[in-house]
């Protein structure tokens, strides 16, 4: 029966993972797959805070990572795979399969961090769950015994399964979430794809010795393996630790240098917006709320013709909108600076729009309606008798 067989197939995975490994070297290669997962969690959360060229830069970082922490974790895995006959593994198909491994565990991070919708995390854990399978098979290639490798099918597509599942799994929760507990939960289930997938992976092999196979005289030793491993995952980590430390620093000095601009715009006193060559407000302060009167609509992140419709539906700006803000950004890109008095509630505001270089303007908003009337009484005062007042 159906029951029966997958009673079969488990027992089979248990009796592979107990019975022909060595525990010793089957923790170690948890423990190397867990680092691993955590400091590629890490960078992934940094890429998705970062743009353009540093969004790749950390992508890359991350995939080798993990990239590096499937095939560690294969390869000590398979030292601990104790399968009764001389082992060797060939020198082409094993470097192969590492490179692979950091190739498709990129493209699935990338695809992750590159898009808010909801499709980034199944079929960014679908490409991390085909880079673990093909990482794996591609180093069950590379294994060279004299003897024949059969495969059980159903436990190849269940190991294929397993790892895309928690390979999708590991990204939702580290696209959602980035506090330190919510990256230890992620690290913990991409470890679990990987794991899960090779110890069922190795379930589905059955060696059949043959003594007329000889193995290729370019094969690496295990012992010789194991070196490589564990100098390489020195490296790999090591490397991924330094560019996690290095990044926390540059956010820390970032940190500090925002708190210092917040503090400033906060206490002008003109207003301030910032908007880039479409007219989108990038940046400003309370101050530039306060003197235009928009407290009451969203402002960060808009368009200003948006923003400037929502005032005109409620009465609180008269004119074109589109006319006015196509007239700004057509000064703004062809370079021009410009001064203008705008009156609200009462009030008189000047506006002095400051075109950037590249892109975009700047314009400050200061009120000046006390300094008009002072000009205005110098001016009466220089043309009437203080006396009398007549002219």
């Not at 495969?151 to 790892?163: E, K, N, P, R, Y």
């Amino acid at each position: 029966s159906a029951r029966t067989t997958m009673d079969r197939r488990m027992f089979r995975v248990l009796t592979c993972l107990s019975g022909e490994h060595d525990w010793r070297l089957v923790l170690l290669a948890g423990l190397v797959c867990f680092v691993a997962s955590i400091a590629a969690v890490n960078i992934f959360h940094r890429a998705i805070a970062s743009q353009a060229r540093t969004r790749l830069i950390w992508i890359a970082i991350a995939g080798a990572a993990i990239g590096y922490g499937i095939w560690a974790t294969h390869f000590i895995a398979m030292l601990a795979y104790e399968p009764g006959v001389p082992t060797g593994y060939g020198i082409t198909l094993t470097a192969l399969s590492l490179a692979v491994a950091m190739m498709l565990t990129s493209c699935g991070l990338g695809l992750a961090a590159s898009d808010s919708s909801g499709w980034r995390a199944p079929v960014g854990g679908a490409v991390i769950g085909a880079g673990i399978a093909s990482m794996h098979y591609l180093g069950m290639w590379a294994l060279e015994v004299p003897g024949h490798v059969v495969w059980s099918m159903d436990l190849v597509a269940a190991s294929i399964v397993l790892g895309m599942l928690f390979g999708y799994a590991a990204l939702s929760v580290a696209v959602r979430h980035q506090d330190r507990w919510m990256s230890l939960v992620a690290a913990l289930l991409l470890t679990l794809a990987i794991v899960t997938h090779h110890f069922t992976a190795m379930g589905a092999v059955t060696l059949v010795p043959d003594p007329t196979i000889v193995p290729d005289g370019l094969s690496v030793s295990p012992r010789a393996l194991s070196l490589m491993t564990a100098v390489a995952a020195f490296a790999i980590l090591g490397l991924s630790l330094i560019a996690s430390i290095l990044d926390r620093r540059a956010k820390t000095e970032l940190h500090k240098q925002k708190v210092v601009l917040d503090t400033a715009l906060e206490n002008m006193s003109q207003g301030l917006c910032m908007f880039d060559a479409d007219g989108r407000i990038m940046l400003f302060n309370e101050r530039y709320s306060e003197i235009m009167g928009r407290n009451r609509v969203p402002l960060q992140g808009r368009l200003l013709i948006d923003v400037l419709q929502d005032l005109h539906s409620i009465g609180e700006w008269d004119g074109d909108p589109t006319e006015f803000c196509n007239a700004l950004v057509a000064e703004a890109r062809a370079g021009n600076g410009a001064t203008r008095i705008v009156n609200r509630n009462d009030r008189a505001i000047r506006v002095v729009d400051q075109p950037m270089k590249g892109s975009g303007w700047v314009a400050t908003f200061e009120d000046i309606t006390e300094w008009q009337q002072a000009q205005e009484q110098i001016s009466h005062m220089a043309r009437h008798d203080a006396l009398t007042n007549l002219p």
